[in-house]
Every structure is written in C-alpha cells, then in structure tokens.
C-alpha cells in the first residue's frame, strides 16, 4: 500500500482545513485526506469509500460523532476493514472519554489540536494498520466449491451458536481456516447479502421471538444479543422493523 486515506469530520469548515493545510499528512504515511462537515456526510462518504482513519469531532449538531464511530465500530467489525478512529474535542468530559474507549478509538485529542500532538497519533494510527496489514494471512489455495460448502456446514452454524455474542469477521473465518476477505467473498455469493447483514437480520429475528415469547425488558433483550449499547439496538430494530422493539410487542400482543 502507498499510503492510508484519512476522512476528517468537523462540523468546523474553517477547521477542517486547517488540518488539511497545517499536517505533514505525507509525513505521516497518508496519501489522501478529505473533509466533510455533518455525520450523514460522513456515513455517505465511508459507504462509497476505503478509508483507514478517521478524524472526529465529538460535539456538533444533531448526530455526535460518537454515534459515528459506534456505527463505524460495528461496520469494521462485519467487513474485516481496518481502521483507527482518533477523536477530537474541545472538552475534556469523563463521559466523552470513557465511551470513546469503549468503542475502541486509539486517541483522544483536544482542541485546538496541536500539530505535533497529531501527527504522533498518526504516525501511530499507521503503524497499527502496518501491523494489522502483515498479520492477515495468505488466501488459502481451495476450490469456490469447497468454500461455500464451508459456510453453510461451518460458518452459518457457528453464527447460530454465537449470536448472543460479540464476535469479528476475522473470528468466524479463523473459525474454519479461511482469509476473512476470501471468506466474505465467498458468504456473500452463497447468500446474497454481507456478513453483517446476514448476522443483525439473524439478531433482531431473535429479538422478536424473546419480545413476543418473554416478559423481559427490553434493555435485557439487546444485552443477551450482543448488543452493549441499547441506543444502537433500538436504531438497527427499527430500520429494520419499522418500529420500535417496545411498539412491535405492544402490537403483536394485543
């Protein structure tokens, strides 16, 4: 690889390109930088692009950025994708800290960010995707056949059996010893649909039968699915569903 794409979100235009011009971006093992200014920019930006770093303001209007990388989090953690989130901020609030830790960001820098300061956190952002880069193993020599016959004896089971976990991409295919970029390929031929797809249509099936058939709250529901977060489970119910997890009991009991 010549070099990591970097995505910086801010809802600061002026900031943003400040970064843009101030940064040893090259210096730092990045070839290409861009800029958008609103969460929904953001998620349009990542669905069509490959992009190894991420650069978030925490505080802005509507959506916060921690609500990016949590989608984020959960998109690398289905897609075998690498990348590092590095969180700015003006304040440095426990809360803020302690929940971008939970998700996994590396750094947590505050405004007005100092140069120097960043470019260490990039520097270190890069050489954890180095390291990540050269421990991905090989694509093994098999047959598309044999491949797609593992992941309906092998990888579709063990979904099944671990799905109140959290599990990564890179488990489930260590899990029958496939590359996890050829295992994704070969799920999504057998399929139809992504890994991530696949498990969270698998999830919230089983949401709705432990809503319709128990008495549970519907916070414990989301826990015994993996789901840590319960804003987040609440979010992909209802894209799902069309409503909430309390409106689809509510309805199917009456």
């Keep these: 690889m010549n ?56 505080e802005m209007p509507g959506e916060n950025g921690l609500a990016l990388v949590e989608w984020v989090m959960e998109y690398v953690r289905f897609s075998g994708e690498a990348m590092v989130c590095i ?22 820098l505050l ?13 270190k952002a890069v050489a954890s995707l180095e390291e990540q880069r050269l421990r991905q193993k090989p694509m093994p020599e098999q047959e598309v056949d044999s491949g797609r016959e593992l992941i309906r004896r092998k990888i579709l089971p063990y979904i099944e059996t671990h799905l109140t976990e959290s599990f990564t991409v890179t488990e489930l295919a260590d899990s029958v ?22 498990v969270t249509g698998k999830k919230i099936f089983r949401a709705k039968e432990l809503l319709l058939s128990t008495d549970r ?24 569903e069309g409503k909430s997890p309390a409106q689809y009991r509510k309805d199917f009991k009456k």
């Excluded at 405004?111 to 520097?123: A, F, G, M």
């Design 3 to 58: 070099g990591y794409s970097v995505l910086i979100l801010d809802d600061e235009e002026f900031f943003v390109d400040v970064l843009i011009e101030d940064t040893d971006w090259k210096g730092c093992g990045i070839s290409q930088v861009h800029g958008v200014h609103s969460v929904s920019e953001a998620k349009a930006f990542l669905r069509r692009n490959s992009v190894q770093i991420l650069l978030c303001d925490v």
């Design 87 to 108: 969180m700015l901020t003006c304040h440095p609030e426990y809360g803020f800290l302690r929940k971008a830790m939970q998700l996994g960001c590396q750094d947590y």
């Design 111 to 123: 405004k007005p960010v100092d140069t120097e300061d960043l470019q260490s956190s990039l520097r």
């Design 177 to 198: 010893g496939l590359n996890a970029q050829y295992m994704m390929r070969l799920f999504k031929k057998e399929t139809g649909m992504s890994v991530l797809e696949y």
């Design 217 to 240: 709250p519907v916070e414990q529901i989301s826990g015994e699915l993996g789901y840590y977060n319960y804003s987040y489970f609440f979010k992909v119910f209802k894209r799902q």
